[in-house]
């Protein structure tokens, strides 16, 4: 993940082995960077009814369910036709597009995982953003070739659906949220005083904190502790 207070200008999706997103799998391999910026990110927030309506009537009262996790998709271009990616050696601009494709398939797990025998835990890391997710679709539309019929740019459209992640039952989406949810790890002679006053300009947050994140004890928190830091407001302190 970006180290705090740095954001990511292009849109990378991480994959993860594990729920909690502690344990990254490796750096080069399991990361897909986006090289140009979405053409569009479409978030959809569906609310569950149960419809009550007997046979023989005009309709009835529909009665609440429940609220799904958030469906968002991601449209982006990959481009390899050798002007938008004079950056890249000659050797790795061949059949750039479809090396693009299987790295992106074998990051957002599009096949299974055959150490964890699911797909792929994702992480999607954009800006401000840091949003737990899996992929639930990729569709890929080739729009140009070469005179060998070598694709030479597709456009991606990506569906995930967001994850609440151990722990953070009931917390509202960051996608919806004007105020994000931060993560921190923990760094040798860090202490959750100096954490709370660097996130929230005050330290008077420090406890806040440490009940969000069931700390026992804050004194002593183990460097590569990865904190949540929700927003907060000064009802909280």
Not at 81 to 105: E, H
Not at 143 to 165: M, S, Y
């Given at each position: 993940?970006?180290?705090?207070?740095?954001?990511?200008?292009?849109?990378?999706?991480?994959?993860?082995?594990?729920?909690?997103?502690?344990?990254?799998?490796?750096?080069?391999?399991?990361?897909?960077?986006?090289?140009?910026?979405?053409?569009?990110?479409?978030?959809?927030?569906?609310?569950?009814?149960?419809?009550?309506?007997?046979?023989?009537?005009?309709?009835?009262?529909?009665?609440?369910?429940?609220?799904?996790?958030?469906?968002?998709?991601?449209?982006?271009?990959?481009?390899?036709?050798?002007?938008?990616?004079?950056?890249?050696?000659?050797?790795?601009?061949?059949?750039?597009?479809?090396?693009?494709?299987?790295?992106?398939?074998?990051?957002?797990?599009?096949?299974?995982?055959?150490?964890?025998?699911?797909?792929?835990?994702?992480?999607?890391l954009w800006g401000s953003f840091y949003i737990e997710?899996?992929?639930?679709?990729?569709?890929?539309?080739?729009?140009?070739?070469?005179?060998?019929?070598?694709?030479?740019?597709?456009?991606?459209?990506?569906?995930?659906?967001?994850?609440?992640?151990?722990?953070k039952d009931g917390r509202k989406s960051r996608l919806?949220?004007?105020?994000?949810?931060?993560?921190?790890?923990?760094?040798?002679?860090?202490?959750?005083?100096?954490?709370?006053?660097?996130?929230?300009?005050?330290?008077?947050?420090?406890?806040?904190?440490?009940?969000?994140?069931?700390?026992?004890?804050?004194?002593?928190?183990?460097?590569?502790?990865?904190?949540?830091?929700?927003?907060?407001?000064?009802?909280?302190?």
């Open positions: 993940m970006a180290e705090q207070g740095k954001l990511e200008s292009n849109l990378k999706i991480v994959a993860y082995d594990k729920p909690d997103g502690n344990k990254k799998l490796a750096e080069k391999e399991k990361t897909f960077t986006v090289r140009f910026n979405p053409s569009s990110f479409t978030v959809a927030n569906k609310i569950e009814f149960k419809r009550t309506d007997a046979k023989g009537t005009d309709g009835g009262d529909p009665q609440f369910d429940k609220i799904p996790p958030l469906e968002f998709s991601v449209e982006f271009t990959i481009d390899g036709t050798g002007v938008t990616i004079s950056d890249l050696s000659k050797s790795d601009q061949d059949d750039y597009v479809k090396k693009q494709i299987r790295k992106l398939r074998e990051v957002t797990g599009s096949n299974i995982n055959g150490e964890i025998h699911r797909p792929n835990y994702l992480g999607l997710c899996v992929l639930t679709s990729l569709n890929i539309v080739y729009n140009l070739f070469d005179r060998q019929g070598v694709p030479l740019r597709a456009k991606v459209t990506c569906a995930f659906l967001e994850r609440i992640g151990p722990g919806e949220s004007p105020d994000l949810t931060k993560y921190r790890l923990i760094k040798e002679g860090d202490i959750l005083p100096m954490v709370a006053r660097d996130n929230y300009d005050s330290s008077a947050y420090y406890l806040q904190v440490a009940r969000v994140n069931k700390l026992k004890n804050f004194r002593n928190i183990p460097p590569g502790t990865k904190l949540i830091l929700p927003p907060m407001t000064d009802d909280d302190e």
